[in-house]
Each structure stands twice: as C-alpha cells, then as structure tokens.
C-alpha cells in the first residue's frame, strides 16, 4: 500500500505560478512512475503530466511549456510547477503513483483556483 498527501493548491491570479508537492509513504520501494491529474467542475478527470523513475517526463498538450513535473526519490516527493497559470487550470489536481506490482494509487487532491 502507498500512501499520498498533496499540498500546495490555493488561490492564483491568472499569470501567477503555484507549486504542488505529494509525499508517497508506505511501499514506497515499489514505487515506478509518478504523476498528476486534474479534474474541473462538471468535467471528467483529465492527464497532466507523469514521470517515470528514470525522469522521462510527459505532458498534457494544455500545460506543455507552463508546467513543469519533477521528483526526488530520496524524499518519495512528486512536484508540478505550474507558471503562468489561466482561469481554465482551475481544477482539483490529484497526484498518482503507479507500483511495479501494476497497482495505481491516489491522493484526496488539492483545489487550484485561478481567478481575478
């Protein structure tokens, strides 16, 4: 089992940038790729970007040149940089990690808004 604890969501004016961090605890050894995903109001959840442990990273075409994924294994941490930020980018952002025993699992998600 692996655990996730996301932080960093909050309130951003458009063009502003906001960090979100998710901590793995558990069977962290198992842990292959890590990623986010975003889900908006009245909309299904959608792909962000992922990272693999050998840090190829993937992006949505959405968030291509904004945000940037990145990890650090020795802190099982998963990071999403997101710069100049848009009303669209509003969503619950759920980190998630896939195991090499093929289990995927989810945080409780964390609220970006971005408005004026």
């Known amino acids: 089992q692996v655990q996730l604890v996301e932080s960093g969501g909050g309130l951003v004016q458009p063009g502003g940038s906001l960090r979100l961090s998710c901590a793995a605890s558990?069977?962290?050894?198992?842990?292959?790729?890590m990623g986010w995903s975003r889900q908006a109001p009245g909309k299904q959840r959608e792909f962000v970007a992922r990272?693999?442990?050998?840090?190829?990273?993937n992006y949505a075409d959405s968030v291509k040149g904004r945000f940037t994924i990145s990890r650090d294994n020795a802190k099982n941490t998963v990071y999403l940089q997101m710069n100049s930020l848009k009303p669209e980018d509003t969503a619950v952002y759920y980190c998630?990690?896939?195991?090499?025993?093929?289990?995927?699992?989810w945080g409780q998600g964390t609220q970006v808004t971005v408005s004026s």
């Open positions: 990272i693999t442990s050998g840090g190829t990273t």
């Open positions: 558990g069977s962290t050894f198992s842990i292959s790729a």
């Open positions: 998630n990690v896939g195991t090499s025993d093929y289990n995927v699992y």
